[in-house]
């Protein structure tokens, strides 16, 4: 009995162990290294205030031309059905969203670019 009250008022007293959680997203992409993009579905916020890039997992370039994009994205109406790359889902706002992307007018200060295509089974990575 002695050492069951001990024990109790050990884990009482004890502090506990905190799961170590980024702060921001972009301390998480900074930890998990470089931004792959055809690793990018679900739902996405595409942020156009510069001001924000800090909280943004990447910068994309939306390029106007299918021929010159590294990734084609299908825009999905429900984000269930964004379950591959290049499927993706716009976000309301960027606190339900799965990726917060900033988007840039120069293509050489984006980490990639995209185009929209109208078909779905074009979407995703184009391989080199």
Not at 43 to 66: H, K, Q
Not at 104 to 120: C, G, W
């Amino acid at each position: 009995m002695f050492f069951s009250f001990l024990l109790s008022g050990l884990l009482a007293f004890a502090p506990a162990a905190r799961p170590l959680v980024p702060t921001s997203v972009a301390t998480l992409a900074r930890a998990t290294g470089p931004l792959e993009p055809c690793k990018i579905f679900g739902s996405v916020y595409l942020e156009t205030d510069v001001s924000r890039r800090s909280y943004c997992f990447g910068t994309v370039y939306i390029e106007p031309e299918e021929a010159f994009a590294d990734v084609l994205i299908f825009k999905e109406n429900n984000k269930l059905f964004a379950d591959k790359a290049g499927l993706w889902a716009d976000a309301p706002a960027r606190d339900f969203a799965d990726y917060v992307l900033l988007v840039v007018k120069d293509r050489s200060r984006a980490d990639f670019s995209i185009h929209y295509t109208t078909v779905r089974s074009f979407a995703g990575c184009k391989t080199n």
